[in-house]
């Protein structure tokens, strides 16, 4: 049970026994109240008699106190007088406690019996003299017993109950409601905004304060709660703004790398574009020497275009390489950007006997990014993987879900990552070179064949979409590239979650 409801209970309880209490003490003294008015009555009555009777000599007692009954009883009214001693007549049994105590007093002597098996009754025994007080002779001659029904009391002290009863009874429920609303007004409802601002917590909503301040221990409570909400707050916000920082680090790094890089790169350009420039100068000046010659001019004109091609595709590369990081705000599909990519370069894969497989993680969600970035990455990989098996082979391409640590980032813990393999049958990357195929313009291919630009093209875009390139051995003895991108922020992962698409990542070692 709830605590309003169960503190309310047991409050009107107690209340209730209060109250019973209370009233019960009340009927007490309602009950010697008429028992007092009673005795009054009766000592008032006693008195007129004596005062009527007195002095009452012996010899007539009898015929007085005859005289006297039949007297008040057709008077009626609530008290009767019974003859009870005479002369030499004593009392009877019932009557002879009561007539005691007045011999002894010498006074009236009244009280209510309540005996069992009869109806309580009130008796009082009244001696009577035969001379007027102070007279020596003066003593008693005869005893009037006076009685009246006791039941009466009972029968008010009922009465009153009854009256009674109902008001209690409104006041006890009223007292119930008033103590119910009150509790869940000051305890129950605050309290039930404490657990709800305490599930948002939970839930990673920091933005709930809790009731307006008050002076007792809901309010001390609800202050804490405010003031450890502050807290994370602040805490959430510093962290936001660290990695934000950190961010803004990375990428001016980045960016700065790259800029040192491209100082370095320009010596290398030179060098790579002057090789074809001196081919085209050379045929260049053949052509004017040999113009009249067609079959010459052509084959000049064809070697002329052929550099061209070389320094543009050079020069385009070196222009991706050295573009500042987009910031990569659409998303992508991967599994539908890799089949596209299988598709434009379908002649290709045929023409080297090339045979891919594709495995995919089920219902793959897609992630922030630039698909045709990512699309850049995956022809790099897929034409190295191609050019790495001249007579043919297998490549194994798969997109799953993996938990991974990032590089550089030791002390945060592993996070969830989508990752692309592409793993070939081909001779594998030397362990030697593994350090430097990320580098600019370092190629293992002939002359004209590889710009040595694919991969660091590749590895700058990754890095841009903040995920990294790992290269390994394959399961065949090739080459195996990982891509691995970051998922979408918390929500994004909150709403899959939700929708049940994402299976759980795996590890990978
Ligand atoms: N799948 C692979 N198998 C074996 N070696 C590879 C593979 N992919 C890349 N490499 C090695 O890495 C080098 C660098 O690759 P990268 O793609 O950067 O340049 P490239 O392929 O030589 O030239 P480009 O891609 O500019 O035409 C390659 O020359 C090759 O030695
Ligand atoms: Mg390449």
């Known amino acids: 049970m709830k605590l309003g409801p169960r503190v309310a209970i047991i409050a009107t309880l107690l209340m209730a026994a209060v109250l019973a209490a209370a ?26 008699i004596t005062t009527g009777m007195e002095p009452l000599p012996a010899e007539r007692a009898r015929e007085a106190l005859k005289a006297r009954v039949v007297a008040l009883a057709s008077k009626g009214g609530a008290f009767r007088l019974e003859a009870v001693a005479w002369g030499a007549q004593r009392p009877n049994n019932s009557w002879a406690g009561l007539v005691d105590e007045a011999t002894k007093l010498d006074a009236p002597v009244g009280r209510l019996f309540e005996l069992k098996g009869i109806p309580p009754f009130y008796a009082m025994a009244i001696p009577l003299h035969n001379a007027a007080p102070g007279e020596a002779r003066r003593q008693v001659v005869a005893f009037l017993g006076l009685v009246r029904d006791g039941e009466f009391i009972g029968r008010e002290v009922l009465a009153s109950t009854r009256r009674l009863a109902p008001l209690l009874l409104v ?54 709660f405010n003031a450890m909400m502050n807290y994370l707050r602040d805490a959430r916000e510093k962290e936001a703004r660290a990695t934000a920082a950190r961010v803004a680090t990375e990428a ?16 290398e350009i030179a060098h790579e574009v002057g090789t074809p420039l001196n081919v085209i100068g050379g045929r260049a000046r053949s052509l004017g020497r040999r113009a009249s010659e067609p079959a010459e001019v052509e ?28 910031h990569t705000a659409s998303e992508v599909d991967v599994e539908k950007t890799v089949r596209e990519t299988l598709e434009f370069i379908e002649e290709n894969l045929k023409q080297h006997n090339v045979e891919v497989t594709l495995t995919c993680e089920p219902e793959l969600r897609p992630i922030p990014g630039d698909a045709d970035e990512i699309q850049q990455v995956c022809m790099n990989l897929i034409m190295n993987a191609i050019q790495a098996m001249p007579s043919g082979g297998k490549l194994a391409i ?65 890095k841009d979409h903040d995920g990294w390139m790992e290269v390994g051995d394959g399961p065949d003895g090739g080459a195996v590239f990982r891509v691995f991108l970051p998922l979408p922020s918390e929500e994004g992962d909150h709403d899959r979650g939700k929708k049940g698409a994402t299976p759980p990542p795996q590890t990978i070692a």
Not at 209 to 218: H, I, N, Q, S
Not at 399 to 411: A, F, M, P, S, T
Not at 427 to 447: E, H, L, N
């Open 23 to 48: 009233v019960g003490a009340v009927l007490l003294v309602l009950h010697s109240d008429q028992l007092a008015d009673m005795d009054r009555e009766a000592h008032a009555l006693a008195d007129a």
């Open 252 to 267: 001016h790094l980045r960016h700065a790398e790259k800029l040192a890089t491209i100082g370095q790169m320009a010596a």
């Open 299 to 326: 084959k000049n004109a064809e070697i002329i275009s052929t550099q061209v091609d070389r320094i543009t595709k050079i020069i385009s590369q070196v222009l991706d390489y050295s573009r500042k990081s987009r």
């Open 171 to 224: 006041f006890v429920v009223t007292f119930a409601f008033a103590i119910y609303v009150m509790l869940m007004r000051r305890v129950a409802t605050p309290l039930r905004r404490l657990v709800e601002a305490i599930d948002g917590v939970s839930k990673g909503d920091l933005s709930r304060a809790v009731l307006p301040e008050r002076d007792d221990e809901v309010g001390s409570l609800a202050g804490r």
């Open 398 to 462: 798969a997109i799953e879900y993996v938990i991974r640590r990032k590089e550089g980032l030791d002390l945060a813990p592993p996070s969830p990552y989508l990752m692309m393999a592409f793993a070939d049958t081909g001779p594998g990357v030397p362990q030697a070179d593994r350090a430097r195929i990320f580098d600019a313009f370092f190629t293992t291919k002939k002359k004209g064949e590889g710009s040595g630009l694919g991969l660091p093209v590749s590895h700058g875009i990754v």
